[in-house]
T-cell receptor
Framework: GAGVSQSPSNKVTEKGKDVELRCDPISGHTALYWYRQRLGQGLEFLIYFQGNSAPDKSGLPSDRFSAERTGESVSTLTIQRTQQEDSAVYLC????????????????FGEGSRLTVL | KQEVTQIPAALSVPEGENLVLNCSFTDSAIYNLQWFRQDPGKGLTSLLLIQSSQREQTSGRLNASLDKSSGRSTLYIAASQPGDSATYLCAVRLRDYKLSFGAGTTVTVRA
């Protein structure tokens, strides 16, 4: 696609339910990031995928959070047993680490998935 | 750990005035620096990317400079318009994949 696509754009759920957020990166982008942005706050790194390398999960706030990515395609962020403090916008971004032999690394973001936990 | 600071946190100017947004970072061994714009309730839109070997980048009314030795980048927006009202974030990438974001500067351009 033309840009990074995220779904759903909005999700309202009850405390304790599981949610799944999807990110479709720009075609050919090897790197994929998930960030969280709470209301009025900055971006919080969650997880990073690069090709078939082991992901960097160091930003995941608890074991209720997990993410998967198959190769260089779609990624899914899963939050189990949601809590009210999980309410935030979850942003996905993708980038190329190398483009036509030049190192670029420009990051492109999706519109985000707004999660509200009641 | 890379610390990124953006000053001021908020800025209000009349239409037509030039905007100057500042970004400072503590670790000068950066790979690149990227400026973004975020509208309320939206994702981030990439404005300019400056590689570590570059001193500045320009796109239309936007100009971003980079001074690695002093750990600073400045985003200039010429002849501001109400449509420029948004939050502007800078992000610094070290020589791996990690990025550090500033908290942003919220700009209001008054008509």
């Amino acid at each position: 696609g033309a840009g990074v696509s995220q779904s759903p754009s909005n999700k309202v759920t009850e405390k304790g339910k599981d949610v799944e957020l999807r990110c479709d990166p720009i075609s050919g982008h090897t790197a994929l990031y998930w960030y969280r942005q709470r209301l009025g706050q900055g971006l919080e790194f969650l997880i990073y995928f690069q090709g078939n390398s082991a992901p960097d999960k160091s930003g995941l706030p608890s074991d209720r959070f997990s993410a998967e990515r198959t190769g260089e395609s779609v990624s899914t962020l899963t939050i189990q047993r949601t809590q009210q403090e999980d309410s935030a916008v979850y942003l996905c971004a993708s980038s190329l680490h190398r483009e036509a032999g030049a190192l670029t690394g420009e990051l492109f973001f999706g519109e985000g998935s707004r999660l509200t936990v009641l | 750990k890379q610390e990124v600071t953006q000053i001021p946190a908020a800025l209000s100017v009349p239409e037509g005035e030039n905007l100057v947004l500042n970004c400072s970072f503590t670790d000068s061994a950066i790979y690149n620096l990227q400026w973004f714009r975020q509208d309320p309730g939206k994702g981030l839109t990439s404005l300019l990317l400056i590689q570590s070997s570059q001193r500045e980048q320009t796109s239309g009314r936007l100009n971003a400079s980079l001074d690695k030795s002093s750990g600073r980048s400045t985003l200039y927006i010429a002849a501001s318009q109400p449509g420029d009202s948004a939050t502007y974030l800078c992000a610094v990438r070290l020589r791996d994949y990690k990025l550090s974001f500033g908290a942003g500067t919220t700009v209001t351009v008054r008509a």
